[in-house]
């Protein structure tokens, strides 16, 4: 083989060669696209979970507090109650011992 012919097979080699590492490449960058897009829509969908876990800490902390007074009132009231039953029963004549 001559000097030129090793020269063209060596050549035709290394074309082969760079067009195998250029569509890998262009492979990956694809990936790299698709991935980057995952990733964005990732974001997006975690930046959305974490308004609505937000909202819904705002919520329970709105009905911790709702019951919290209602609790407050409930206990006013029973204390009326009993003070006012107790005027009742103060109220009421002895019964005579048997």
Do not use: C, W, Y
């Amino acid at each position: 083989m001559s000097e030129s012919d090793e020269l063209r097979r060596r050549v035709e080699t290394l074309e082969a060669r760079v067009d195998a590492v250029h569509d890998q490449m262009s492979q990956t960058h694809a990936m790299v696209a698709i991935n980057d897009r995952d990733v964005a829509d990732l974001k997006l969908e975690m930046r959305a979970h974490r308004q609505t876990m937000q909202a819904l800490r705002e919520t329970q902390l709105e009905h911790v507090r709702e019951m919290r007074e209602g609790f407050a009132e409930m206990r006013t009231g029973f204390a009326t109650l009993a003070a006012g039953l107790q005027v009742l029963a103060d109220r009421l004549p002895e019964e005579p011992a048997a």
